[in-house]
């Protein structure tokens, strides 16, 4: 059975770095891209950051964009989003989604991050 799970979230604090991982399985998988969006209390889902898993091109939401990155491990259908220079704005449910070859999609449960000051 296809699965996504993000895990990594945590408290930190406002200024510090945080490393979100997220594993899609089952391992045979064929995808296209990964990417991270996220969801704070009240707001709509945002995009946050996408990297293609045969190219490795990356894209970036505006708002991250110098202070987050995104990096692959095609091999174990892995992605990474390390975060750094953390704002409390940046607090918020971050949910991993994996797009197939296939055309279809999986997303995680998320994993929340808080940034106190």
């Known amino acids: 059975q296809e699965q996504v799970v993000e895990s990594g979230g945590g408290l930190v604090e406002a200024g510090g770095s945080l490393r979100l991982s997220c594993v899609a399985s089952?391992?045979?998988?064929?995808?296209?891209?990964m990417a991270w969006f996220r969801q704070a209390p009240g707001q709509e889902r945002e995009f946050v950051a996408r990297?293609?898993?045969?190219?490795?091109?990356?894209n970036y939401a505006d708002s991250v964009e110098g202070r987050f990155t995104i990096n692959k491990n095609s091999a174990e259908n892995a992605v990474f989003l390390d975060m750094k220079t953390l704002k409390q704005a940046n607090a918020a449910i971050y949910y991993c989604?994996?797009?197939?070859?296939?055309?279809?999609?999986?997303w995680g449960q998320g994993t929340q991050v808080t940034v106190y000051s």
């Open positions: 989604n994996a797009k197939h070859l296939s055309g279809g999609e999986d």
């Open positions: 089952p391992r045979s998988l064929s995808l296209h891209d």
């Open positions: 990297i293609n898993m045969i190219s490795g091109s990356t």
